[in-house]
């Protein structure tokens, strides 16, 4: 018997299919999201894979559910949210067994229901974050991980627009402008470790660990994508899709451009802060 031992041509149609059988986050993302949102929860998805969530399994603000439908293997036991139109959006992905609407700071849930929690870039749009950490406490049962990540006290440092600006002498329009893009990207808390453990520990969480992700060079990807992906958003609200074509055709380029921002991981610098905590 003769073996062709020629190797495999690797076109852009296989590898976009590589992808998506060996849980390419990056690709997943890229194919449903505007690329600077994309970009930023497959980094995250990629964290959670070597985290044991026993069930049930709590999401903390889930939203329109596609971050769990892509980051983890089976649906979470509840999603709650504040939302309706998302948590729609999010019992239709089929990525929670139960979606409820409900505020964070009063789940309709009995003391100690669930094993474990998830709050996915969420907690720095709550004001009142203090009670939305003890109502998540509450329904947790003892020992039970609380899994969470936000922005730092980094971020508004490391815009490029503003530091730009502080460069050539104008520090006024610099804060301004960290002003206005805190409130686009609707941020409340930017906050470092040592505002976050003490604030959990009030709560009855204790931090086992964390690490800063997200360099401040991908940040400029994230910053600079909110204005390059006006046209994500014309589609969305036109045709409720943030990618008309998911094809490697269309996004082959820019998933290359993105992939070593991907594959950072931790870094010291980082704009962005994960917490594996513990209900006490």
Known sequence: ????????????????????????????????????????????????????LPAPVLDVGCGDGHFASVTFDRPLDAGLDPWAGPLREASR???????????GSLAPFPDGHFASAVSN????HIPA??????????????????????????FLEELSVSNT????????PAGLYRRFFN??????????????EPRLERAGFKVERWWHYFSPQALHVLEWGHYFGLPSWIS??????????????NLDWLYRRLLPYYQEGPRPDGVYSFYICRRQ
């Open 236 to 249: 969305r609200m036109l045709l409720g899709r943030w990618i008309l074509a998911p094809a490697h055709w």
């Open 1 to 52: 018997m003769v073996v062709d031992s020629t190797p495999v041509k690797d076109t852009p149609e296989r590898e976009a299919r590589q992808r998506e059988a060996h849980k390419d986050f990056l690709w997943l993302h890229l194919r449903e999201l505007p690329y600077f949102r994309a970009l930023l929860r497959s980094v995250e998805a990629r964290f959670y894979q070597d985290i044991e």
């Open 121 to 124: 870039s969420v907690l720095e």
């Open 129 to 154: 974050v203090d009670a939305v950490l003890a109502e998540t406490a509450r329904v947790l049962r003892p020992g039970a991980p609380f899994i969470f990540c936000v922005p730092n006290h980094r």
């Open 183 to 196: 409130r686009i990207s609707r941020h409340v808390h930017c906050d470092p470790p040592e505002v976050w």
């Open 165 to 172: 600006l502080d460069r050539i002498g104008l520090r006024g």
């Open 93 to 103: 992905r089929g990525a929670y067994r139960g979606v409820v609407l409900a505020d």
